[in-house]
Nanobody, 121 residues
Framework: QVQLVESGGGLVQAGGSLRLSCAASGRTFTTMGWFRQAPGKEREFVAA????????YFADSVKGRFTISRDNAKNTVYLQMNSLKPEDTAVYYCASQSRWQPALLYNYDYWGQGTQVTVTS
């Protein structure tokens, strides 16, 4: 059975950093991605990584601030978030898909339960 479990969220001041983790089990996927959703807003793409080769793709809003990586041995994907802004506040979700269409929400087949990230001014 497929399971994605996020961790690492928390409360941080603007300019600070957090590292999120997503532990995957059950099977492997072509692409692992991170999305986020703030209250009253639609879920939006953040970053994605391709397991084979480690190709990455980032939303413009986080490019240069966030880094996505993976540990193949641990079946874990990380999202390193630096220079955090209040507008980064959201529930962050890990997701997986069997294709390389990183920014397309509806191509992701499995989702974790999310982890809260709150950035204060």
């Amino acid at each position: 059975q497929v399971q994605l479990v996020e961790s690492g969220g928390g409360l941080v001041q603007a300019g600070g950093s957090l590292r999120l983790s997503c532990a995957a089990s059950g099977r492997t996927f072509t692409t692992m991605g991170w999305f986020r959703q703030a209250p009253g807003k639609e879920r939006e793409f953040v970053a994605a990584i391709r397991w084979s080769g480690g190709t990455t793709y980032f939303a413009d809003s986080v490019k240069g601030r966030f880094t996505i990586s993976r540990d193949n041995a641990k079946n874990t994907v990380y999202l390193q978030m630096n220079s955090l802004k209040p507008e980064d506040t959201a529930v962050y979700y890990c997701a997986s898909q069997s294709r390389w269409q990183p920014a397309l929400l509806y191509n992701y087949d499995y989702w974790g339960q999310g982890t809260q990230v709150t950035v204060t001014s």
